[in-house]
């Protein structure tokens, strides 16, 4: 009775019939699987993308900082070049300085001179109050001289003609008087509520030191920010004018991105959204984090050199992009860092809807600024003091 079983069971064609169907349950249940697996990673990629708006048109962005002169002349010293860290302060363009040296030593010449010549002023305004009272003795002198010539006219011990002459004497006084009075009221105006360093002539003449020094001192170019030098166009020996752009700076600490979205993107983006950005240069592996902070004012055909003229007749509809700035995250910046003109694949979850539109910025200082040139005027100044102080004979201008 068993022996058809085990004929069954010795039989190669009944284990390959079993085996192929085996084989064909394992194939659907992948497939089913499989499917499974896709359907739900395509439902939840639309839902998640209902949140997310995504561009491939943005780049990184920055400031292109200008080294312009800003008195003219020659070129003497190139101290970077393109490629070149730089740091701020850092002398970059030198002038020749010998006509700036000139001109610096002239006015301190000048400076001195008025120094002295205050000193002058307020002497003879001392001396003119000195002289006052001479007069005024000599006029006391005379009247007294008068007075006791009328008591022995009385008795006929001098003659009239001595009390005339004795009464011309008290004119003569009185005049004498109001002459040194003048003198000193003349002399007086000229150093009035002031001292050597306030006299309107050493003023005057400081002003001019200031000047000659400041631009004795713009002969060296300094780098206004620390960063990386670009589009130099300078050369050794070339005379330059105020104004002439010689070569840039690019901060790159100080850079964002440009994210061009489609005019039917713009509903969902406001400011404070937080953005999901890749480079090409570093693809997917690094992913940068950033925020908006703002739209710009218009598209991009709007502000282009020669915008469109949609009201001529031959206008054509298309898709208008509006720049995004982008804000990245500095430490990001740190590790990874970019260069201007890079292109960046921008995400931004648009979950958060309360942001406004546009930057609403209190009004305060400049986001960006430079203490390059603070110094100037301080320097200045303590040259003009020191030639006051050197021409005062060694005394406090305020003394005088």
Avoid: C
């Amino acid at each position: 009775m068993n022996q058809p079983n085990n004929v069954n069971a010795n039989n190669p064609d009944t284990k390959s019939t079993d085996g192929k169907k085996t084989g064909r349950g394992k194939i659907v249940q992948i497939a089913i699987i499989g499917s499974a697996a896709i359907i739900a990673g395509g439902l939840y990629w639309s839902l998640a993308s209902q949140n997310d708006e995504v561009t491939e048109d943005a780049y990184v962005d920055g400031n292109v900082v200008q080294v312009t002169p800003q008195i003219a002349g020659v070129v003497t010293l190139i101290g970077a070049d393109n490629t070149d860290f730089v740091k701020a302060g850092q002398p970059l363009i030198k002038f020749n300085e010998v006509d700036a040296q000139l001109a610096l030593a002239r006015t301190e010449a000048q400076l001195a001179k008025a120094v002295r010549q205050a000193r002058v002023q307020f002497a003879t305004a001392t001396q003119m109050k000195a002289n006052i009272t001479l007069r005024s003795a000599d006029l006391s002198k005379a009247e007294a001289d008068v007075e006791r010539r009328a008591q022995l006219a009385k008795t006929g011990a001098i003659s009239g003609e001595e009390i005339r002459h004795a009464e011309d004497a008290v004119k003569s006084a009185k005049a004498a008087l109001t002459v040194a009075e003048q003198q000193y009221v003349s002399s007086q105006a000229l150093v009035d509520q002031t001292t050597i360093a306030t006299n309107p002539d050493v003023l005057n003449a400081a002003s001019q030191v200031r000047d000659a020094f400041i631009a004795k001192n713009r002969t060296t170019l300094p780098a206004p920010v620390s960063g990386v030098v670009t589009k130099r166009s300078v050369q050794l020996g070339q005379r330059v004018s105020a104004g002439t752009p010689l070569m840039s700076i690019v901060p790159l600490d100080q850079i964002w991105v440009n994210a061009n979205f489609k005019e039917s993107q713009l509903r969902n983006l406001h400011v404070g959204q937080t953005v999901k950005l890749k480079a090409d240069v570093y693809g997917d592996s690094v992913v940068y984090t950033g925020h908006i902070i703002g739209q710009d004012a218009g598209t991009g055909s709007a502000f282009a050199l020669m915008p469109a003229q949609n009201a001529t007749g031959n206008w054509i509809k298309v898709v208008q992009r509006v720049p995004v700035r982008i804000a990245l995250d500095p430490k990001d910046l740190e590790k990874h860092p970019l260069k201007l003109g890079l292109s960046m694949r921008a995400e931004v979850d648009t979950q958060d809807h309360h942001g406004a539109v546009f930057t609403e910025k209190p009004a305060g200082p400049q986001s960006y600024q430079t203490s390059v040139f603070a110094n100037e005027v301080q320097q200045a100044d303590q040259l003009v003091q020191g030639i006051i102080q050197a021409n005062t004979g060694g005394k406090n201008s305020a003394t005088y």
